[in-house]
């Protein structure tokens, strides 16, 4: 059974940068699509980015300039590198995988696992 643990959330100052991460334990992530996710009260979830089995990153227009999507094979870890941290970036952060996941976009059907989140804060 896949388990997917967020971790690297945290109090952070506008401006500054974070990496969360999202490991696998005992299981391994080759082969699945990886996305990160986030979630503001009374906000839909939606996505952020997202990367292939093969290394493809996508970003939605938000997160583009400023986030970096990588992985880890062998450590089982995908990662999300935030840079100029926003308030508006104070959001619960979720990290999901799937075979179909990021097949064409950051939302694109077919994330089958999900992460509990890792909440980020940050203040002005």
């Known amino acids: 059974q896949l388990r997917l643990v967020e971790s690297g959330g945290g109090l952070m100052q506008s401006g500054e940068s974070l990496r969360l991460s999202c490991e696998a334990p005992?299981?391994?992530?080759?082969?699945?699509?990886l996305g990160w996710f986030r979630q503001a009260p009374g906000k839909e979830r939606e996505g952020v980015s997202c990367?292939?089995?093969?290394?493809?990153?996508k970003y939605v227009d938000s997160a583009k300039g400023r986030f970096a999507i990588s992985r880890d094979n062998d450590k089982d870890t995908v990662y999300l590198q935030m840079n100029a941290l926003k308030p508006e970036d104070t959001v619960v952060y979720f990290c999901?995988?799937?075979?179909?996941?990021?097949?064409?976009?950051?939302?694109?059907?077919?994330?089958?696992?999900w992460g509990q989140g890792t909440q980020v804060t940050v203040s002005s």
């Open positions: 990367i292939t089995s093969g290394g493809t990153t």
């Open positions: 005992g299981y391994g992530l080759d082969f699945l699509g």
């Open positions: 999901a995988a799937g075979l179909a996941a990021c097949d064409h976009a950051v939302s694109t059907p077919g994330y089958n696992d």
